[in-house]
């Protein structure tokens, strides 16, 4: 590394990669720096994925006091190596053990919520790796699933039950430690389920990797007995992006930071039910497809690849794009499933959404990821053997 690092990476177009050369521009506040700066102990058990190829981007030099588990996606839940590469630590130092990933986080969600002083705050992160591939869990749990002929499916359902158990001990210990009345607890998918791996998103069109409602809506709850309202359904618009603002204005934290913010305190709507203060969600904008929802209306972008050059016995000429540019237009509050297209009869409403995906287009960085080097060696443990 040389130390000089951009403003802001381009980091649309997928996560960040074992081999890449960066992570999350460390000009970003995150959510354990301002809880922590509120006084809070902070800890994450569980996946990273943010950037490892620097001491900087590690987890306890952005705002954890404590780290717990791996940096890099798709690792093998029982040797815990990604390509060869271990992946396993402990405060940013690497930690030989043996066990299933998803039972030792729980296993180490317990230690600490035991060891916790209740006098502190406590922000404790578990992102587990579950339910992700590669499909594996400890046989005990596949028995009850029998009955599901295909195997990849039996096996998912395995691995939630497993991580439904794992939030089961943590909530547990929560109640034997006396806290769980003053906790609130939020659980949420990071993107819809991928049909490949087993998954089912029900009605929902799409999939994980898609900019349909089945790749981008997920289930989330929030719980905190007697400050939230049981069994009542929100549905007001909401990105993952408003949690920050969110937690941080509940927890008394600042929200003075570098860079500007992109969420929206969403509490009174979670709470009281009152109207969301988010108005449209920008799903993603990639060089070749791009969706956003303003309002009721949802329009997804694709755009076909530039063609390959042509070959030195072909005519010079200007690069042409296969295929045309096709725009879809759903409208969300009568057609959730999105199976109707709307854009030849709404023209108004594409060109008002285009404009917005313009508007964005203007203020974002260049995409960032890059494939794996040619040759590239994974290192024997990811991160460093610090």
Not at 35 to 61: E, F, Q
Not at 101 to 114: K, Q
Not at 146 to 152: C, G, S, V
Not at 235 to 264: E, I, N, S
Request: hydrophobic content about 35%; overall charge positive.
């Amino acid at each position: 590394m040389t130390g000089r690092y951009p403003i802001r990476e381009g980091l649309q177009v997928g996560v960040i990669r074992p081999w890449a050369d960066y992570g999350l521009p460390l000009q970003e506040r995150t959510i354990a720096q301002a809880l922590r700066a509120a006084g809070y102990s902070t800890a994450i058990t569980g996946k990273w994925h943010l950037g490892n190829c620097d001491v900087a981007y590690l987890p306890t030099h952005r705002g954890f006091d404590h780290q717990y588990g791996h940096y890099v996606g798709a690792m093998d839940y029982f040797t815990k190596t990604r390509m060869g590469g271990y992946d396993w630590h402990r405060d940013d130092r690497t930690l030989r053990e043996e066990g299933y990933t998803t039972n030792l986080i729980a296993a180490e969600c317990r230690r600490i919520i035991a060891q916790h002083d209740p006098r502190q705050p406590l922000f404790l992160y578990v992102p587990f790796q579950a339910v992700h591939a590669p499909l594996e869990v400890p046989a005990s749990y596949v028995a009850p699933y029998a009955h599901i002929a295909n195997k990849k499916r039996r096996t998912y359902a395995a691995m939630t039950t497993c991580m439904d158990d794992a939030v089961g001990q943590i909530v547990q210990a929560l109640e034997q430690r006396g806290i769980r009345d003053n906790t609130l607890i939020l659980f949420s998918s990071d993107n819809g389920g991928p049909e490949r791996w087993g998954a089912d998103n029900g009605p929902l069109r799409g999939q994980k990797g898609t900019l349909y409602e089945g790749g981008v809506r997920v289930p989330a709850f929030a719980n905190w007995p007697g400050k939230l309202p049981a069994s009542t359904v929100r549905d007001g618009l909401m990105h993952m992006v408003d949690w920050y603002p969110t937690l941080a204005t509940l927890a008394g934290a600042a929200l003075d930071q570098p860079l500007p913010l992109d969420g929206k305190n969403m509490w009174d709507m979670i709470a009281n039910g009152g109207p969301s203060p988010r108005t449209e969600i920008l799903h993603n904008l990639e060089p070749t497809r791009a969706a956003i929802r303003v309002g009721d209306w949802k329009l997804v972008r694709h755009t076909p690849q530039a063609a390959p050059p042509k070959k030195k016995n072909q005519r010079k000429g200007k690069k042409k794009a296969r295929g045309t540019e096709r725009i879809e237009l759903f409208n969300m509050a009568q057609d959730p499933n999105e199976t109707t297209n709307l854009a030849d009869t709404q023209p108004e409403k594409v060109r008002q959404l285009l404009g917005r995906l313009k508007v964005y287009a203007a203020g974002a960085a260049p995409p960032k990821q890059t494939p794996m080097p040619q040759g590239f060696q994974a290192p024997a443990v990811w991160g460093g053997d610090r």
